[in-house]
């Protein structure tokens, strides 16, 4: 077996530098290109990786990585896991990434703790496994011709189906893996990596048996790559002698996000995740040739500590950012020679340490009035009708929008004209609402880039890049905030938009606002201070705001906290301590309304089920959370929960217009769970990324559907 290179990273962006692949996947979803034109591009973008890695001097380059949507969705259509209900779908794939009209999508949540989506495996007794292995023996293929030999990379079997909730179906699936090591084998691939994230987090012993079967099996084949199993996110603990005792001859180890291993892994490569693989920092060389010394292992390759995936590709695409902070940056490729670097033992010397910073003293939350006397100062205030009707917050993004915005910077159209169309823009959102009849109206925000890198550009503390574009799901990327310096809010944000859409209706608009928690988790943040200290900094400049709003004649405030599950750590001992601070923040940054101001939050795409005390613990007034997608299994826990509720009826995430029908059996669901007067009716998240023609079929269903109820309501109350 040959020997394991000296330098890889586990993963690498696929969007495109320029998110080329965003643009060929929605022209080919709106018909306006061939797949052969969009599998086109996907060759070119994996090309043009597999150059680059080499030219940096990477010796073990990865393959495989490439995805047209989601690796997890791809390894279900590896394994042949495609329910009946898709297989005669113009193109299975992307039905159930997206849906149909007539077919609803598979459900979609967070990867792990971080801010990229997975489309979550649906496996069954019916599921029979059956290998499709064209995908990774493809790109092998292809690499190939290029010059490059590459490793493939899949998501091992036991993370794949404890992802699936199927661990039973182990002995089934374990078949396919060996079918595919022994085509990898006869196509002459010299290493595999299995990718198993979940043997980071508390496994039982159950599961870890199956990690000691699953590997033992795999290791006794005959004929078979060599076999690296890759963890990140955290440390391995107890799974990690359980791996070790196993025929695998490498392990990849996160020492950036986990500490040093204590088991003795003489005879194994040890894969060693030095390089930071989620955060824009520069490595600190002296720090990371210190944990590679440290290990005790055969033999040591220098890695990024997880795949790229979750930074943006190359620092010096961003000539607008301060030279200083850009000189502490390292973007993908950055990283990749920073790998090479260390590999070749390069670097001498310490970087810059921050200060030592003294850990904060305990959080005591902050009070507003009881729900009970807040409830009813807002039902006098408001006078809402049963089963109130509203929206997330957003409303789509127009591409007469986004040119906008783009002229602007580019200085081809003035900020006054700019801002002319954003309220004309806000004006044509009210109308829409109160024709749908919906209660609680929303103003869209037009005015607005990104839930998160809105704020950031009005907040000190914060830079912005102009090509730092993250993959979040499929077509849907994100350029993340750097957060570098201490946080504070010179002048009111949102309230003029705000106000605008108030003075525009009578009925009541809610005033939009990121919470602190999500503000820092989906940005780049600074590691000098300890992150709940961060956190509290946003807490604060979110309170100004809000009272600011209050101030304004908002009588309804909505901060969102969509990555309060999303930040919770992978293991079960310090997620209490991360609960309590991260509740403690919200309420801070709410705390200053009055009780007739009524507070709402909204959660989305993240198993907040796991977390429900916690979102109860927030104290809003309601709380919208995302149902649809999920076929309604929220609805099994929130029999406690104490305020009103709105888990979503639309899932906004597919292009499919749901029925008033469809709406209605949801509704009639959440009001078999919860009193009807603690009911709210929304979709499951914003309306950003559809069409105004899809949208209004959609409210109108929604308005439909809960007219009815509100009908049957009336009459049983007579």
């Known amino acids: 077996m040959s020997p394991f290179p000296k330098s890889t990273v586990l993963g690498y962006p696929r969007i ?20 052969d034109e969009l ?15 080499a030219e940096l001097g990477l010796e073990g380059l990865p393959s495989n990585t490439f995805s047209l949507y989601d690796q997890v969705l791809d390894t279900s259509v590896l394994l042949g896991a495609v329910p009946a209900r898709y297989r005669s779908a113009a193109d299975p794939y992307f039905a159930m990434a997206r849906g149909t009209e007539g077919l609803a999508p598979l459900r979609m949540t967070k990867w792990f703790d971080t801010n990229y989506h997975y489309i979550v495996p649906e496996i069954g007794p019916e599921t029979v496994f059956k290998l499709e292995a064209g995908k990774p023996l493809g790109e092998v293929r292809e690499a190939r011709a290029l010059g490059y030999e590459t490793r493939p990379v899949v998501l091992g079997p036991v993370t794949f189906l404890l992802l699936g909730s199927a661990l039973d179906r182990l002995d089934d699936v374990l078949g396919c893996y060996e079918e595919l090591l022994a085509a990898l084998a006869a196509e002459g691939v010299a290493w595999v990596q299995l990718d198993e994230p979940a043997l980071v987090g508390d496994r039982t012993p159950d599961e870890l048996a199956a990690v000691r079967t699953a590997y033992d099996r795999l290791g006794a084949l005959g004929s078979r790559p060599g076999l690296f199993v890759a963890s990140y996110f955290g440390d391995l603990g107890e799974a990690l002698p359980v791996l070790a005792a196993t025929p695998v001859e490498a392990i990849g180890l996160d020492l950036v996000r986990g500490g040093a291993p204590v088991a003795d892994l003489t005879g194994k490569t040890v894969v060693a995740g030095v390089v930071s693989g989620r955060e824009v920092w520069r490595t600190a060389p002296k720090r990371a040739l210190a944990s590679l010394a440290a290990l005790r292992a055969s033999r040591v390759t220098v890695s990024t500590s997880c795949s790229l995936l979750h930074v943006p590709y190359d620092v010096d695409a961003e000539p607008g950012l301060d030279p200083a902070l850009k000189g502490r940056l390292a973007f993908a490729e950055q990283k990749v020679a920073e790998v090479v670097a260390l590999a070749r033992a390069e670097f001498h010397g310490a970087a810059p340490q921050g200060p030592s910073v003294a850990l904060p003293g305990p959080v005591v939350p902050e009070e507003r009035s009881p729900y009970a006397v807040r409830a009813a100062a807002q039902a006098e205030h408001l006078s809402l009708p049963a089963l109130p009707i509203t929206t997330i917050g957003s409303f789509p993004q127009t591409g007469e929008l986004r040119a906008a915005r783009a002229a602007v910077t580019a200085g081809t159209l003035s900020q006054a004209d700019y801002e002319r169309r954003v309220e004309a823009e806000i004006e044509r959102v009210i109308r829409v609402q109160e024709r749908l009849g919906l209660d609680v109206l929303v103003h869209g925000e037009p005015e607005r880039n990104d839930m998160v890198q809105y704020f950031a550009e009005h907040l000190d503390g914060f830079a912005v890049t102009s090509n730092g574009w993250v993959q979040s799901y499929g077509s849907r990327c994100t350029r993340p905030p750097i957060l570098h310096g201490d946080v504070g809010r010179p002048s009111p944000i949102t309230v003029r938009w705000a106000a605008h859409a108030q003075s525009l209706t009578a009925k009541p608009v809610k005033g939009m606002l990121t919470g602190p928690v999500t503000i820092v988790a989906w940005s780049f943040v600074r590691d000098d201070l300890p992150l709940r ?46 609960l309590e601070w991260a509740v403690a923040a919200y309420r801070r940054a709410t705390s200053g309304a009055s009780d007739r101001t009524q507070i709402h939050t909204h959660l989305c795409y993240s198993d907040a089920d796991q977390i429900l005390t916690a979102i109860d613990g927030l104290d809003a007034d309601v709380t919208t959370i995302e149902s649809a997608r999920s076929g309604a299994r929220i609805l099994d826990t929130v029999g406690s929960f104490g305020r009103g509720l709105g888990p979503g009826v639309y899932d906004i995430h597919s292009p499919r217009v749901p029925s008033d029908a469809e709406v209605e059996e949801l509704l009639r669901r959440t009001m078999r769970a919860l009193p009807a007067e603690r009911v709210w009716v929304n979709p499951d998240c914003g309306l950003k990324t559809r069409t105004y023609a899809e949208v209004e079929a959609s409210l109108a269903n929604v308005v439909a559907a809960t007219r009815r109820l509100r009908a049957e309501l009336t009459r049983t109350a007579r």
Not at 16 to 35: H, I, M, N, V
Not at 40 to 45: D, F, I, M, S, Y
Request: proline content about 4%.
């Open 39 to 53: 599998d086109r591009t996907g060759a070119e973008l994996r090309e043009r990786t597999w150059r680059r890695l």
């Open 533 to 578: 200290d961060v956190v509290f900094q946003v807490a604060d400049a979110v309170r100004e705001e809000v009272r600011d709003l209050e101030a304004a004649g908002v009588s309804i405030i909505q901060v969102d906290e969509p990555a309060l599950r999303e930040l919770l750590p992978l293991r079960r001992a310090a997620q209490t301590d991360y």
């Open 16 to 35: 495109g530098p320029r998110r080329e692949l965003k643009q060929a996947l929605e022209s080919y979803w709106d018909g306006r290109s061939t797949r």
